[in-house]
């Protein structure tokens, strides 16, 4: 019995040669299908991640903003009336003794404090942004800052916060907020310059003539529990959108927050 021709071996040869390269291709099919899905899982599961992430930012500011709001009221409502009721006793009261200017500096001192309790209750819910919006409220902002603080706090706005929401209106306004009381606190500034322009994007920005300060330190600060001012600024960047420049010079620092519209 003969055994199999040259063309039956070169034909066995070939079957198994195509045999192996259709397995090869199979393999290297299913491994990059395999990596695609295991990427793309990957990228859903980090999707998740920042969405997770972003909602639990949300909630957190959003429950801030709450309990400033509640302690704007207790503070506004009933202790700010209490104080003026007591404010009116007090004058009562003077009218019935011999000589009522011996009650003039607890009165004064009654009108100083119901001044601060109605500052520090402006400060955490400003009525005037709810009222009359950004441009506004910001303009009211460094005013107060002025008065309170001895220091030169110019303002300049220009463009229309129509198109922007109540809400992101309030994260600029707790950005700014936040940027001038870090500069009033440790910049040792004598000039404070606040701008918003709103054309094709939102720019608002921050200008002192004080010392600068460093970010990483302020991070570093932050990690450690001790502040978050800056933590707090960061997120609300994030939630807009937007991005946050540190320019550090020799006399000062400038800050600029750029959101698209």
Known sequence: MSGPSEYQVALLVAIGTLGMLFLTGAIILFMVFYQKKMLQEQVNRQLLEMDHHTKMMEAVLE?????RKRVAADLHDSIGGMLSAIRVGLTTVGRQLPDPKGLEQQKKMLDDTIGSVRLISRELMPATLERFGLDHALKELCEQVQTTSLLTVHYEGQGEVDNISSNKQLMIFRIAQELVTNAVKHARATLIQVQLQIADELVLSVVDNGVGFDPEIYRAVNSSGRGLGLYN???????????LDHQAGNHGMRIVLTMPL
């Open 63 to 67: 429950s801030q903003e709450l309990e």
């Open 233 to 243: 600024i960061e997120n609300r960047v994030r939630l807009l959108g937007a991005k």
